[in-house]
């Protein structure tokens, strides 16, 4: 097994970070600083694409595509779809006891129901199904094809689910039926434009991987995150999960520019060990930090604040609720890499109560003898 690349965890958790500011938008946020939406708009304009460029320099890295599929496909459903799967089931309790408390109505139950197994997604799961669909279609051509082969169909593909895409956008979904094709058709899509930025960050590897020289990528990823900041002024926040990309071209370009900038400087700054803490954890940070009860509650706390300040109140009171929410996103890591690491898809024995129970075993044992 070949060594993790560190700056890959450091970029991974400082996309983590930036999912979690990115979500932090609406009248109750932006109070605090005329900035914030700006913050949010330029976030949205490239973050889970970076995921998917780190997902193919890894996929580069690790020798992948050279690798058996069906052991690939295997690591990649135990990794990212179980995961998926647990914590669908836990926001679906979250859906049930409000159908208890008759907060909802049962349609809304159903249509949740649909999200999980229709890969359409609840909240933020989305980027799990897409993203292991798309890694396997990328690796499934470039074993099956010629490199210039699989890369025409890459774009071909790409090109056909972003012209969907927009054809979905023009649809009128006034029954449940066709709101329920639209969302299927959407999660279809999803991976034939996942798998062209995977195809990006793979290539961007082989380029990156022979470079060295500390001056000249420090130097590139300025000209790269400027560059990515026009093509951003020029068309604004996207949205991957609906698949509102505005302008395709600047889209593509923004995102890229932007992503590869971020990847480079993490690759040439000293680590910062929260933020690689962050990265190595980044699938759960992805899935528990969108928790709107934490978020009610670091609102309040952050409100309650507000009274004693009288200067850059805004700022400050934003920066408790981050941090009140990253305080629970620290503690749910350190819960189910714990006490439930099958959750991630990790074997129950590494857990610390399968090594109690192991211990408590042998022991008795022991006592027997």
């Not at 449940?176 to 094709?181: F, L, V």
């Amino acid at each position: 097994m070949k060594k993790r690349i560190e700056y890959f965890d450091i970029a991974k958790g400082i996309g983590a970070l930036l999912v979690l500011l990115g979500h932090l938008q609406g009248p109750e946020f932006f109070q605090y600083s005329p900035y914030i939406i700006l913050m949010c708009q330029w976030i949205f304009s490239f973050h889970m694409v970076l995921f998917f460029i780190i997902s193919g320099m890894l996929i580069c890295y690790k020798n992948d595509t050279d690798k058996d599929l069906k052991d690939i496909a295997k690591r990649r459903f135990k990794g990212i779809m179980i995961p998926y799967f647990y914590f669908s089931f836990f926001y679906m309790t979250v859906v049930v006891v409000a159908l208890i408390k008759k907060q909802i109505l049962v349609g809304t139950f159903w249509l949740n129901i649909w999200y999980v197994f229709s890969m359409y997604g609840m909240n933020v799961l989305w980027f799990l199904p897409a993203l292991f669909f798309a890694e396997l279609l990328f690796i499934f051509l470039m074993k099956k094809l010629s490199t210039k082969k699989a890369v025409i169909v890459i774009i071909i593909q790409a090109v056909i689910g972003y012209v969907i895409a927009y054809l979905l956008r023009q649809g009128t979904y006034d029954t449940t039926i066709k709101e329920g094709a639209h969302q299927f058709a959407t999660a279809l899509v999803r991976p034939f434009i996942a798998c062209s930025f995977i195809a990006i960050g793979y290539f961007a590897f082989k380029i990156i991987n022979k470079n060295n020289k500390k001056i000249i990528e420090i130097i590139a990823a300025i000209v790269l995150l400027v560059i990515g900041g026009a093509f951003f002024l020029k068309n604004g926040a996207v949205d991957f999960r609906s698949m509102v990309f505005k302008n395709v071209f600047l889209y593509i370009l923004c995102s890229c520019t932007t992503s590869i900038g971020i990847i480079l400087i993490c690759k040439n700054i000293k680590p910062f060990k929260p933020i690689k803490f962050f990265g190595v954890n980044s699938l759960i940070f992805m899935a528990v930090h969108g928790s709107e009860t934490v978020t009610h509650y670091a609102t309040m706390v952050a409100m309650w604040a507000n009274q004693y300040l009288t200067r850059a109140r805004g700022y400050i009171c934003y920066t408790i609720i981050v941090c009140v929410i990253l305080i629970y996103v620290v503690a749910m890591i350190l819960l189910i890499n714990r006490f439930a690491p099958f959750i991630i898809g990790k074997p129950f024995k590494d857990s610390y109560v399968y090594n109690i129970i192991n211990k408590a075993k042998l022991k008795n044992k022991s006592n027997k003898q």
